[in-house]
C-alpha cells in the first residue's frame, strides 16, 4: 500500500531550475531517512542528496552548493530544488526512503523516477 511518487521533472536550458517532489502515501507510520539518486544511460546509479527526519542534509560534491534538499514531514514529502543546472545533471531522478509501516516494520521503498532533461 505504501508507495512514493515523483513529480517536477522536465526540459530546461543549461543555467535554469527545477524543484521535484516526492510524495509519500499509505499506511506510514514513519519515515527515516530520504534520499534523492539519479541515473543517466549507461551509468551508475548515484547518490545525490539525503535528509534525515530531523533535517540534516549531505549532497554530492558534483550538485553542492546548486541544489537542496528539504522535507515536510506533515505532508511525507521531500524536495529536490536544483539551481543553476547543467547537461550533465540530465538523469532520471528517483526518491527513496526507509518507511515505518508497522512498531517493528520498516523497509526501503522507491518510486518510479522522474526524467530531467538540461539541453545546452
Known amino acids: 500500500q505504501v508507495q512514493l511518487a515523483e513529480s517536477g521533472g522536465g526540459l530546461v536550458q543549461a543555467g535554469g531550475s527545477l524543484r521535484l517532489s516526492c510524495v509519500a502515501s499509505?499506511?506510514?507510520?514513519?519515515?527515516?531517512?530520504m534520499a534523492w539518486y539519479r541515473q543517466s544511460p549507461g551509468k551508475k546509479r548515484e547518490s545525490v542528496a539525503v535528509?534525515?527526519?530531523?533535517?540534516?542534509?549531505d549532497y554530492s560534491d558534483s550538485v553542492k552548493g546548486r541544489f537542496t534538499i528539504s522535507r515536510d514531514n506533515a505532508k511525507n514529502t521531500v524536495y529536490l530544488q536544483m539551481n543553476s543546472l547543467k547537461p550533465d545533471d540530465t538523469a532520471v531522478y528517483s526518491c527513496?526512503?526507509?518507511?515505518?509501516?508497522?512498531?517493528?516494520?520498516?523497509?526501503?521503498?522507491w518510486g518510479q523516477g522522474t526524467q530531467v532533461t538540461v539541453s545546452s
Open positions: 499509505g499506511r506510514i507510520f514513519t519515515i527515516n531517512d
Open positions: 535528509i534525515t527526519r530531523g533535517g540534516t542534509t
Open positions: 527513496t526512503a526507509k518507511i515505518w509501516t508497522g512498531p517493528l516494520r520498516a523497509r526501503d521503498y
